[in-house]
């Protein structure tokens, strides 16, 4: 997380006798920047992770919450994308896409932003006496980077919940309203639970899109109920993100040394792709378990499950342990691709100095509204 000091140095106007404050300003807007960069890397790596795995994540949670031609665990991924387009269009893989798709920007920036202040602060806990620059230089072990990853998930769950109990619920709709079309061979395993929706959900469409979903889920439950399965969805997303971050950098060291390379930033594309869809793979072998329950009791009625300990034992009840891990198969194919686009969209972005400095030129154009030098 890292960057050049160049752009800093020349920052610094060395006069009389302020160079310590120059250097401490120098040192105050090199974290800024760092800060800065990661926070848009992240963003600009969540929309590609958005746009290639969508369709993916869309199976995943239908397969989880049951209903429509996905909800058949024997049905096969690629059979199950292909009746989706025949029945809804190329529209219908993108379905309930809006919310995460605005989401994606604030939650992939909060989270590499979160990992880089928690890599911050475990240096600071690790060695307590360092000077600044030495804590800023020294390279974190392995787990301290997973430590560091496990924080990098807090900041942006305030966001991340909301954005998934609209997505599920948009995701679901459909196949909840065309239920009336389940064989029962593919609804045996699932028939009490959608039995339970089926008598709650109108035949027809409820919500009709992002906003609609948003502000019907507010009216009838208030801030709760936008942020219902909050504690399954810490539990689902901390041990994942210290997986992600955790077997990126792992994969990054392998190639690094396989490769014969000194300098990790001089990682080709391949490489950088290659490490973050194995760093994907990780977090959602990681996170399948709690994903399914959070995407049960997100889309449940309400009253149907009390609580996490509610939900698990009832689905093992009626529909086994193999229920636990609906929608592996999906969200496996799609954590690859997924994941590669976004560590790649996000190196890139670091790398590509246009936009920090069209936000640079935007910031010293009105730094007299804004305050403070940083760049």
């Not at 590609?48 to 869309?58: I, K, R």
């Not at 959608?194 to 609609?212: E, F, H, L, T, W």
């Not at 041990?239 to 955790?246: K, N, R």
């Not at 969209?345 to 940083?374: H, P, T």
């Amino acid at each position: 997380m890292a960057t050049s000091s160049s752009d800093d140095d020349e920052s610094i106007t060395g006069g009389g006798g302020s160079s310590r404050g120059s250097s401490s300003s120098s040192s105050i807007g090199s974290k800024f920047k760092a800060s800065l960069k990661s926070f848009l890397a992240g963003g600009v790596g969540g929309v590609a992770a958005v746009l290639v795995g969508h369709p993916f994540d869309l199976l995943k949670v239908r397969m989880q919450v049951g209903g429509s031609s996905v909800s058949s665990n024997n049905t096969g991924v690629f059979r199950a994308l292909s009746k989706t387009v025949r029945s809804e269009g190329i529209i219908g893989l993108y379905r309930g896409v809006t919310a995460p798709l605005v989401a994606s920007s604030p939650i992939y920036a909060l989270s590499f932003w979160g990992y880089d202040i928690g890599s911050t602060v475990v240096r600071k806990i690790s060695h307590g006496t360092s000077t600044q620059e030495q804590e800023h230089q020294r390279p974190l072990s392995i787990p301290e980077i997973m430590v560091a990853g496990g924080l990098s998930a807090l900041p942006m769950m305030a966001v991340i919940i909301p954005t998934e109990r609209i997505k599920c619920l948009l995701q679901v709709q459909t196949a909840t309203s065309s239920s009336s079309s389940i064989t029962n061979a593919t609804a045996s395993a699932t028939t009490t639970s959608i039995k339970k929706q089926q008598q709650q959900q109108p035949q027809q469409q409820r919500y009709k899109g992002m906003i609609d979903c948003g502000t019907k889920i507010y009216k009838s439950g208030g801030m709760s109920s936008l942020y219902k399965g909050t504690m399954i969805s810490f539990m689902r997303d901390v041990p994942g993100s210290v997986a992600w971050f955790g077997t990126y950098e792992v994969m990054k060291q392998y190639i690094v040394q396989w490769q014969g390379i000194d300098n990790p930033s001089e990682l080709s594309p391949i490489a950088v792709m290659t490490a973050g869809g194995f760093a994907g793979m990780a977090c959602w072998a990681t996170m399948i378990v709690p994903d399914t329950l959070k995407s049960r009791i997100q889309t449940a009625p309400d009253g149907m499950y009390n609580g996490i300990v509610d939900v698990y034992s009832k689905m093992v009840q009626q529909e086994g342990y193999a229920s636990l891990f609906k929608g592996f198969r999906p969200a496996m194919i799609r954590a690859f691709p997924a994941n590669a686009s976004c560590f790649m969209g996000m190196e890139v972005a670091k790398k590509n100095a246009g936009i920090f400095r069209l936000i640079q030129l935007f910031i010293i154009m009105n730094k007299e509204e804004i305050g403070g030098n940083y760049f």
